[in-house]
């Protein structure tokens, strides 16, 4: 991935929670991320994670989305919030901590959320 200090929408780029490289087996790690995208015209947050097959296993973040360059699966969504309607979880305590990042990132569009580092894109 590469890392650009300037926000273009069209470039579909994600800031990524450095802090939240997770491993899960022999080959696959996963990051914390959130992004803007367009929806019917409206613009939406959502929040998710990237994840990539890599061997060896990456031990940084950075490590991470610098050999992450496969980007035809995009971010795996597991939250949306549009400004009236939320999308995504269904249990009470995931939908509300989405809705704590996606409120305020949403309102402030098109900044980088607090704790997020950005903007990475493929």
Do not use: K
């Amino acid at each position: 991935m590469i890392r650009e200090d300037r926000f273009l929408i069209s470039r579909r780029p994600y800031a990524v929670d450095l802090t939240s490289l997770h491993t899960q087996d022999p080959a696959q790690a996963r990051i914390n991320a959130v992004w803007y995208r367009r929806r019917n015209g409206l613009t939406v947050a959502c929040i998710g994670h990237l994840w990539d097959i890599q061997r060896p296993l990456p031990t940084s973040a950075v490590e991470f989305l610098a050999r992450h360059d496969d980007g035809r699966f995009g971010g795996e969504c597991e939250g949306r919030w549009d400004g009236a309607r939320y999308w995504g979880a269904q249990i009470p305590e995931v939908m509300e901590q989405h809705l704590e990042v996606l409120r305020p990132m949403l309102a402030a569009y098109p900044a980088v959320p607090p704790g997020y580092d950005g903007w990475w894109r493929f």
